[in-house]
């Protein structure tokens, strides 16, 4: 019996195509997000040219160049089973809340605080 996606710890390219909605063999490659965290598996959706050149690296210049492969989507994956479209949506508003705090840049405006005074200044050399 295959062991359930949801609670593996984390996913690599197989796990993602044995899925029911993934076209094998398809154009990309599927690799973790370091992001990926208790709520969701967050994988990057990548060209495949493009993996291929990070894992076997490019001559430019005389030298050997091993460029990052940018992703072109991210898969969210979460690990919860949702009992509705309803609940599923909900879970989205509030990972996007989340987000909205922890993340700069993503589209999402970072939470910006001012501060009320200046920060201390100590003379040189003064142990705190």
């Not at 994988?43 to 495949?48: F, G, S």
């Not at 589209?107 to 001012?114: A, E």
Request: hydrophobic letters at 35%; glycine letters at 6%.
């Amino acid at each position: 019996m295959q062991k359930d996606i949801r609670n593996r710890p984390s996913l690599r390219h197989d796990d993602i195509l044995e899925l029911n909605f993934i076209r094998s063999p398809g154009g990309y490659f599927y690799r973790r997000h370091y992001r990926a965290g208790l709520r969701s598996h967050i994988m990057e959706v990548l060209k495949r040219e493009d993996w291929e050149q990070e894992e076997k690296g490019v001559i430019r210049d005389k030298l050997m160049w091993f460029p990052r492969a940018r992703p072109l989507k991210m898969l969210r994956l979460f690990r919860t089973r949702f009992n509705n479209r309803d609940d599923a949506e909900e879970e989205l508003r509030r990972v996007k809340v989340i987000l909205s705090y922890l993340v700069n840049g993503f589209g999402f405006s970072p939470c910006v605080t001012t501060r009320t005074r200046p920060l201390p200044t100590y003379p040189k050399g003064q142990l705190i």
